[in-house]
């Protein structure tokens, strides 16, 4: 059966182009997965997609854009595989593998219609759990997770993290051979370790997230192509595990905290902090969607998760006008069930927080104070700001501003030290005043 296409003639080479990007960026999953599931090397598979992909750039400005593109990808890619096989002398065994209808490539025209099939879903997962595997490390993992699920080029990775473009790509090829050399099977796992496994997907999938939503250094408040890389690949995961709660908590959280990113950032680049921001600008289509995400994690079996607390927490902030009207003691509740859950210091540092609007600053620094000297948070730039805070509200401006100036030191992202260093001369003139 022959390809429909648009003409070539009607648009530029340059929008082909753009076209071709905007394909891959959508297909490219779904791509590699299909043909992971082929040659089982995950390495192999994204060697074979970026073959279809050249062939897309040399083919389609010239015959056009193909009325099916990623079927017309996964066929280039299958071709691509019988080459390789031919050549390491594997034809007869993988052709078993590829199916009868690519026996005799020569002799039968490519049928593009069925070129994809109904395994599509459960390629993307089983990427998804391959690219997340115990066996790699977390940066491993975050590193293979964006270049195969985000089709994210090792340079904008290595950008987004501020590392090296080469120390990416050698962590993107040791995870590759690592996989292979191991014979990580291309499956989803089950029983027990599928729980386990999946809990390491999301939080892979929430550290890029996160890195996008405050970013860890650098000039740059927020990344937000990292945040909507991180809600892709959520939202591809909750389709494809549709009855895990934990799924749809960690969307719900992403959606309600992306719903903010206008509002946290002001026109020149400034953070702006949750308080003072303008609340009509939080995006309502985001905050909607993460409260229906919300709502069908609550209603499925089993107590909530960590995802879900915190998203139940994101949506006291959301469904607050102003944030006087925000239900603190329902935070302060949320935040003490996540506490038993998952018991961290930053976990309490936030209920700290809560318990000060609650029950007032004086209440909520104790609980600060008796943190300090827990070794896992004497780097954590956050603890004496959030000190410095309740001082100042307690009317201690000059320890206000040392605790400022402290967490300033420590954090290695330049706008948030500008806004430290910016509340500690606030606080120097108010001594001064």
């Not at 890619?77 to 007869?92: E, Q, V």
């Not at 790699?136 to 290595?158: F, H, V, W």
């Not at 719903?259 to 946290?264: N, V």
């Not at 995006?283 to 915190?310: T, V």
Request: hydrophobic share 45%.
């Amino acid at each position: 059966m022959s390809s429909v296409v648009v003409a070539a003639t009607e648009t530029s080479r340059s929008a082909i182009n753009r076209a071709i990007d905007a394909v891959w960026k959508i297909e490219s999953p779904k791509l590699i997965a299909g043909l992971t599931r082929i040659v089982r090397d995950v390495g192999l598979a994204e060697d074979l997609a970026q073959d279809a992909l050249v062939a897309a750039l040399e083919q389609w400005p010239i015959s056009g854009i193909p009325q099916n593109p990623a079927a017309w990808l996964m066929t280039i890619g299958k071709h691509r595989a019988i080459d390789h096989f031919r050549r390491n002398s594997l034809l007869d065994r993988k052709h078993q593998e590829l199916g009868r209808e690519f026996e005799i490539r020569e002799m039968t025209p490519p049928d593009f219609d069925s070129a994809l099939d109904d395994s599509v879903g459960d390629d993307l997962l089983k990427l998804i759990f391959i690219s997340c595997h115990p066996v790699l490390s977390i940066e491993a993992q975050l590193a293979l997770t964006l270049r195969l699920l985000g089709g994210l080029t090792t340079d904008e990775i290595a950008r987004a993290f501020l590392v090296p473009e080469s120390t990416i790509g050698q962590r993107i090829v040791r995870a590759k051979r690592t996989l292979a050399e191991q014979h990580i099977p291309f499956e989803i796992p089950r029983g027990p370790e599928l729980t386990t496994r999946i809990s390491a997907v999301l939080n892979v999938i929430y550290l890029i997230f996160n890195e996008g939503y405050s970013a860890t250094a650098g000039d740059d408040w927020m990344r937000p192509a990292l945040c909507e890389e991180a809600l892709r690949l959520g939202r591809i995961l909750a389709e494809l595990a549709p009855q895990n709660s934990e799924v749809h908590g960690l969307i719900a959280l992403m959606e309600i905290q992306a719903s903010r990113a206008r509002a946290r950032v002001s026109p020149t680049g400034e953070p702006i902090l949750l308080f003072d921001q303008n609340r009509a600008q939080w995006d309502q289509l985001l905050i909607h969607r993460g409260l229906a995400a919300l709502e069908r994690a609550q209603g499925l079996d089993g107590a909530p998760g960590q995802y879900a607390l915190q998203a139940a927490i994101a949506a006291c902030h959301a469904r607050a006008r102003t944030p006087d009207e925000t239900d603190w003691p329902r935070i302060v509740e949320l935040y003490g069930t996540l506490a038993q859950l998952t018991p961290s210091p930053i976990v309490e540092l936030n209920r700290a927080v809560a318990i000060s609007m609650a029950h007032g600053p004086q209440a909520g620094l104790d609980l600060v104070d008796d943190l300090a000297t827990d070794p896992a948070l004497d780097s954590y730039h956050l603890l004496p700001a959030v000190r410095g805070d309740l001082l100042v509200k307690l009317g201690r401006a000059v320890e206000a501003r040392a605790e400022f100036a402290r967490a300033a030191s420590q954090t290695r992202n330049t706008r948030e030290r500008e806004l430290l260093l910016e509340r500690a001369r606030s606080c120097w003139l108010s001594e001064n005043a």
